[in-house]
Structures are given as structure tokens and as C-alpha cells.
Nanobody, 119 residues
């Protein structure tokens, strides 16, 4: 499985941005896709995830501003980010995990896309 993330850029505080992640390869109908982010000098942390049934989970601090969705027909996932703040500046990574796979061990990761929020 290969993942391609895109959509990053430089925005001003309060603006919105939508990231996209497209998966290719052999993919099951029971996987979970997720977004992570890693700020400067920080550990990679979970932004949120979405199952093939559309069930979503979010980091508590991002609820209400970030929305994850996916298009099963195109094996893609989107991250809509609203009211962006400077602390949202990070490299955003997408992940796809099949049942039984261990996060960070045998799951698939995209290359990351940079989001910079600055006035």
C-alpha cells in the first residue's frame, strides 16, 4: 500500500485548509485511515481517524475545528481544518492500518505535507 498526501501550504491564522490522502495498492474493506501531525521539535501525535464505516475519532483538543472524511470509491481521505492557529503548524501524515497491523510497525504511511500557519 502506498499513500500520497497533499494539500499543505502556508495560511494565515483563522483560515481553512483541506488536506487529502490517496491510497493505492491492495486495500481491504476493514481498514482504518488516520491523520497524524508532528510539530517542530515535537513528537508525532494523532489528529484523528476514520474507519470504512465512517466512524471518526479525534484528538480532544481538535474537536470542532478539524473534520475527517473519506471517499471509499477513490480510496482517499480528507482532513478539513478550520480556524487554523499557529500551533497547528506541523507536518501532517496520513496512515492506513489494516486489521491486525501494529501502528508504526507494519502499517502504511504517506510522506507528509507541511502546514504552516503564520501571519
Amino acid at each position: 500500500v502506498q499513500l500520497q498526501a497533499s494539500g499543505g501550504g502556508v495560511v494565515q491564522p483563522g483560515e481553512s485548509l483541506t488536506l487529502s490522502c490517496v491510497a493505492s495498492g491492495v486495500i481491504s474493506s476493514a481498514n482504518v485511515m488516520a491523520w497524524y501531525r508532528q510539530g517542530p521539535g515535537m513528537k508525532r501525535v494523532l489528529v484523528g481517524s476514520i474507519s470504512t464505516s465512517g466512524r471518526t475519532k479525534y484528538a480532544e483538543r481538535l474537536k470542532g475545528r478539524f473534520t475527517i472524511s473519506r471517499d471509499l470509491a477513490n480510496n482517499s481521505m480528507q482532513l478539513e481544518m478550520n480556524d487554523l492557529k499557529p500551533e497547528d503548524t506541523a507536518v501532517y501524515y496520513c496512515e492506513l492500518r489494516e486489521p491486525g497491523q501494529t501502528p508504526g510497525v507494519d502499517d502504511a504511511w504517506g510522506q507528509g505535507t507541511q502546514v504552516t500557519v503564520s501571519s
